[in-house]
């Protein structure tokens, strides 16, 4: 089947080719409300972008819950605000039509798919959905967002002339931190475990990600949410960990001196070697990476590609 032109029984085709397939899928979709899961259940490894930022979790758009199910069965998650597309590589065909995961999409609204299994159109979507699989979203952020969630609900016209208030979501920091391994006093110890503690808090058993700890200092510039890259000097090797979303800090004083105990979220795949990583990298990154301090989008998308599947 090369093309085709969908008009009924839409979500039954998605979900028909979902539940038939043993590849993993790639999908960006703006909207994943309640029965997203049951309506596209993707298999383990899958990559998903939807949209999960604040105001689309709150307004009922999107759902957290329905990620979480995906989440624990092996499905990758991903979130970028704004987000309007509707692609689904699913098996060696790609759908792309109006629609959002939701049961109003399934029960009410008109939609149509066109699908095709041409392999250069197949592989261009992939290659689009996979260039916003940044920093995939863990149990412990979805859960908080799922605090926010409200059932969706109808909107009446909006009052000609009034005033929206746009408010900028998920505009996360990217910072590059040049770390050494510390020893601590037994005191500092004491903070850190405490810390590390308060860290675990915000976190669900049998993530995929785990809770690393560093100190910075002096200045600590990032902020709680941001992403942050580590490369750290150890055994006579420096290795750059995956990026990560800072979920914690705690000031730990000495006297005049003020350390900052940083604990991120980082997902548990492998660290690689910094010859490596040079490889990959022009001359001007090269030198970025050797230094701590905040970074461009660019360098950011550049950074979060090399652990990208």
């Given at each position: 089947?090369?093309?085709?032109?969908?008009?009924?029984?839409?979500?039954?085709?998605?979900?028909?080719?979902?539940?038939?397939?043993?590849?993993?899928?790639f999908?960006?979709?703006?909207?994943?409300?309640?029965?997203?899961?049951?309506?596209?259940p993707?298999?383990?490894?899958?990559?998903?972008?939807?949209?999960a930022?604040?105001?689309?979790?709150?307004?009922?758009?999107?759902?957290?819950?329905?990620?979480?199910?995906?989440?624990?069965?092996?499905?990758?998650?991903?979130?970028?605000?704004?987000?309007?597309?509707?692609?689904?590589?699913?098996?060696?065909?790609?759908?792309?039509?109006?629609?959002?995961?939701?049961?109003?999409?399934?029960?009410?609204?008109?939609?149509?798919?066109?699908?095709?299994?041409?392999?250069?159109?197949?592989?261009?979507?992939?290659?689009?959905?996979?260039?916003?699989?940044?920093?995939?979203?863990?149990?412990?952020?979805?859960?908080?967002?799922?605090?926010?969630?409200?059932?969706?609900?109808?909107?009446?016209?909006r009052?000609?002339?009034?005033?929206?208030?746009?408010?900028?979501?998920n505009?996360?920091?990217?910072?590059?931190?040049?770390?050494?391994?510390?020893k601590?006093?037994?005191?500092?110890?004491?903070?850190?475990?405490m810390?590390?503690?308060?860290?675990?808090?915000?976190?669900?058993?049998?993530?995929?990600?785990?809770?690393?700890?560093?100190?910075?200092?002096?200045?600590?510039?990032?902020?709680?949410?941001?992403i942050?890259?580590?490369?750290?000097?150890?055994?006579?090797?420096?290795?750059?960990?995956?990026?990560?979303?800072?979920?914690?800090?705690?000031?730990?004083?000495?006297?005049?001196?003020?350390?900052?105990?940083?604990?991120?979220?980082?997902?548990d795949?492998?660290?690689?070697?910094?010859?490596?990583v040079?490889k990959?990298?022009n001359?001007?990154?090269?030198?970025?990476?050797?230094?701590?301090?905040?970074?461009?989008?660019?360098?950011?998308?550049k950074?979060?590609?090399?652990?990208?599947?």
């Amino acid at each position: 089947m090369g093309t085709q032109l969908i008009t009924k029984n839409v979500w039954h085709s998605i979900t028909h080719a979902a539940k038939n397939t043993n590849y993993k899928s790639f999908v960006a979709v703006a909207y994943f409300g309640q029965g997203g899961a049951r309506m596209l259940p993707l298999t383990k490894g899958s990559l998903l972008v939807v949209d999960a930022s604040e105001k689309t979790v709150k307004s009922g758009q999107t759902c957290p819950n329905e990620l979480l199910k995906l989440y624990y069965k092996g499905v990758k998650i991903y979130s970028l605000p704004n987000l309007h597309a509707k692609l689904f590589v699913i098996g060696k065909a790609l759908f792309i039509g109006s629609t959002n995961v939701s049961s109003n999409s399934a029960a009410t609204l008109t939609e149509v798919l066109f699908r095709t299994s041409e392999v250069k159109s197949v592989e261009n979507a992939k290659e689009f959905i996979k260039s916003f699989c940044k920093v995939e979203m863990g149990p412990d952020l979805l859960a908080k967002l799922q605090k926010m969630y409200r059932p969706p609900r109808f909107i009446g016209k909006r009052i000609p002339g009034a005033k929206r208030k746009i408010k900028k979501v998920n505009d996360a920091g990217f910072f590059t931190y040049q770390l050494e391994p510390a020893k601590f006093t037994k005191e500092e110890k004491k903070q850190s475990e405490m810390g590390y503690s308060e860290a675990e808090k915000k976190r669900i058993i049998n993530s995929r990600h785990y809770v690393d700890e560093f100190q910075c200092e002096n200045d600590m510039i990032a902020k709680k949410n941001d992403i942050i890259l580590q490369v750290v000097k150890e055994d006579g090797a420096t290795y750059v960990c995956p990026p990560g979303i800072l979920i914690h800090t705690r000031k730990l004083r000495n006297g005049k001196k003020v350390k900052t105990l940083c604990y991120v979220e980082i997902p548990d795949v492998k660290r690689k070697n910094l010859k490596w990583v040079n490889k990959q990298l022009n001359t001007t990154q090269r030198k970025l990476i050797k230094r701590k301090g905040r970074r461009t989008k660019e360098f950011a998308e550049k950074m979060h590609s090399l652990w990208h599947v």
